[in-house]
């Protein structure tokens, strides 16, 4: 695990560094900067927007007396996905706004749960009821 995220945490720079580079070389340092704000800004809003939804879609399963375990899982996305649209780069704002965005997060969250059950089938993970 610690290969895996020290490969992560080098190689995702890097790639970000080389694309901001060619991007202010195609169309200029201003433009490029302008660019990563504008990102920041409209990540922040889709988040902050996404998450109120979401607050209220788990309020009203518990009103009703469900599990929002659905609803936990587009949380997590929804977080990641603003911590990713505020760190600089064009990479990261591409897959921040892909977890934002409903249409494209309902892919990742199938994923996500596909890969929930696998580990509590294997064992790795205990879901303990209270």
């Known amino acids: 695990m610690f290969i895996k995220l020290l490969i992560v945490f080098t190689l995702v720079p890097v790639i970000e560094l080389y694309v901001l580079i060619e991007a202010g070389r195609q169309i200029g ?3 490029t900067v302008g660019m990563v704000f ?3 800004i409209a990540g922040a809003y889709l988040a902050r927007s996404q998450g ?4 209220n879609r788990i309020q009203v399963n518990l009103n009703q007396h469900h599990l929002p375990a659905t609803e936990m899982i ?3 996305m929804i977080l ?3 911590l990713l649209l505020l760190t600089p780069g064009f ?3 591409l897959f921040g706004f892909c977890l934002l ?5 309902k892919y990742f969250k199938v994923w996500i749960q596909r890969w929930l059950e696998l580990k509590i089938q294997q064992g790795k993970i205990n879901v303990r009821h209270f």
């Not at 109120?52 to 607050?55: A, H, K, P, Q």
């Not at 965005?101 to 997060?105: E, I, L």
């Open 80 to 82: 990641a996905g603003g």
């Open 101 to 105: 965005t409903p249409a494209t997060r």
């Open 74 to 76: 587009d949380g997590a």
């Open 29 to 31: 340092f201003g433009p």
């Open 38 to 40: 504008v990102t920041g």
């Open 52 to 55: 109120f939804e979401l607050i």
């Open 91 to 93: 990479c990261t704002d």
